[in-house]
């Protein structure tokens, strides 16, 4: 079967920098993405990477490993906005997008 | 209208009634989606359209159905509403059918089955 597992909740500390890790199974690999989600709102997107290494947008940089089946998305100078869930999903050999459950960020000042 | 729009916004709704949740884009894009968001799982998806004319199954399809008439619209139709399809529904859409394009989301209906 196809999997996507990233932890449940993290908790940071507002300026500091937190990483969010992401592990997959899947029935091909087409590209992964990231996505925020704040509580009662839809997702937006934040990152894609389809090749090994890291991929950097300001704060935000998001990591993959292809034959690990691993990615991390990296956030700096936390700030308290940055408190939400954050979903990875991974578009398989169909090119839909498997998803994961979220990890749940808790941002404290 | 920028973007997705969906409605309506939330519903409750009896069980055993019918109901359609509407999605309509202004971004022109061929492919469409609509997943149902649960506590504790990922997005999971029902239906999906590649370009109007054409849909296809996702993870969840049982009980729900769609039609893609146009480009822009994209209705999800439950029959015979039950329990167990109180959730967030979200319709998204992206510019290609493969490939790496991102999807964008609606703000989502928050769906009550009574």
């Known amino acids: 079967g196809q999997n996507i597992d990233q932890p449940t909740e993290m908790t940071a500390t507002e300026g500091a920098i937190v990483q969010i890790n992401c592990t997959y199974q899947?029935?091909?690999?087409?590209?992964l993405f990231w996505y925020q989600q704040h509580a009662g709102e839809a997702p937006t997107f934040l990152s894609y990477n389809v090749l090994d290494g890291l991929e950097e947008k300001g704060r935000f940089s998001s990591f993959l490993s292809r034959s690990k089946g691993y990615s991390y998305l990296l956030l700096k100078e936390l700030q308290m906005k940055d408190s939400a869930s954050y979903l990875c999903a991974v578009k398989d050999s169909n090119y839909q997008l498997i998803w994961g459950a979220g990890t749940k960020l808790i941002i404290k000042p | 209208i920028a973007g997705i729009t969906q409605a309506p916004t939330s519903q409750i709704l009896a069980a055993g009634r019918r109901m359609t949740l509407r999605c309509t884009q202004d971004?022109?894009?061929?492919?469409m989606y609509w997943y149902r968001q649960d506590l504790g799982l990922g997005l999971r998806l029902i239906h999906y359209s590649n370009t109007a004319g054409t849909t296809g199954k996702g993870e969840v399809p049982d009980g729900y159905s769609v039609s893609r008439a146009n480009t822009d619209d994209f209705p999800l139709t439950l029959a015979s509403a039950v329990p167990s399809q109180t959730s967030v529904y979200f319709c998204a859409s992206s510019g290609e059918g493969s490939g790496h394009n991102e999807q964008f989301f609606g703000p989502g209906t928050r769906l009550t089955v009574l």
């Open positions: 899947t029935s091909g690999f087409n590209g």
């Open positions: 971004m022109r894009h061929n492919a």
